[in-house]
């Protein structure tokens, strides 16, 4: 099975920062990336599909990069409402796995 | 809207059953893949189990292969999970998503549910 891991697992930040997220997958998985955002108590969100592809309704802000084995999600200028678990899966091949997820704080 | 409405979650002994229920809305169920995804706060979001959306292909995580059967009503727009020999590794809160079908071999999870909880203990 294809890991997915995360850094950093946890980033303290204020309103206003750029914030950038790094996913790294096992294996190459292409362009077959996506990341969701997830508050407490609360289902995950698709934010980014095929890598870089924003889905309908998320704010330009949020921005999705790289192929292959390494990925990033970047917030331009992080807004109150986005303080939240961000969490990256890949759907190249079974089991379809996630990263163990970031929490971004409020510094 | 899509909706996705879990239900079913419990207390439940080791080595008992239970069995989910996820109710949909808001699009045709009977055209999509559907799935099963667990969280626990120590092991993060974890894929569980896969049904194609006229239940031809069924995939299932190895940690609960032989262990869980997923199904669907298309008549009644409803996806289960039917658990058995359930353990305290199972403890999670159980989320349906919905597939969005944008490659073969590939699962998207575009739609979730605010997810069940299923506790397992004695």
């Known amino acids: 099975d294809i890991q997915m891991t995360q850094s950093p697992s946890t980033l303290s930040a204020s309103v206003g920062d750029r914030v950038t997220i790094t996913c790294r997958a096992s294996q190459s998985i292409s362009t077959w990336l996506a990341w969701y955002q997830q508050k407490p108590g609360k289902a995950p969100k698709l934010l980014i599909y095929?890598?870089?592809s924003l889905e309908s309704g998320v704010p330009s802000r949020f921005t999705g990069s790289g192929s292959g084995t390494e990925f990033t999600l970047t917030i331009s200028s992080l807004q109150p409402d986005d303080f939240a678990t961000y969490c990256c899966?890949?759907?190249?091949?079974?089991?379809?796995?996630f990263g163990q997820g970031t929490k971004v704080e409020i510094k | 809207e899509v909706q996705l409405v879990e239900s079913g979650g419990d207390l439940v002994q080791p080595g008992g059953s239970l069995r989910l229920s996820c109710a949909a809305s808001?699009?045709?169920?009977?055209?999509?893949?559907m799935n099963w995804v667990r969280q626990t706060p120590g092991k993060g979001l974890e894929w569980v189990s896969y049904i194609s959306s006229r239940s031809s292909t069924i995939y299932y995580a190895d940690s609960v292969k032989g262990r869980f059967t997923i199904s669907r009503d298309n008549a009644k727009n409803s996806l289960y999970l039917q658990m058995s020999s359930l353990r305290a590794e199972d403890t999670a809160v159980y989320f349906c998503?919905?597939?969005?079908?944008?490659?073969?071999?590939?699962?998207?999870?575009?739609?979730w549910g605010q997810g069940t909880l299923v506790t397992v203990s004695s």
């Open positions: 998503a919905r597939d969005r079908g944008v490659r073969v071999g590939g699962i998207l999870f575009d739609y």
């Open positions: 808001g699009f045709t169920f009977s055209t999509y893949g």
């Open positions: 899966q890949q759907y190249n091949s079974y089991s379809w796995t």
């Open positions: 095929d890598a870089s």
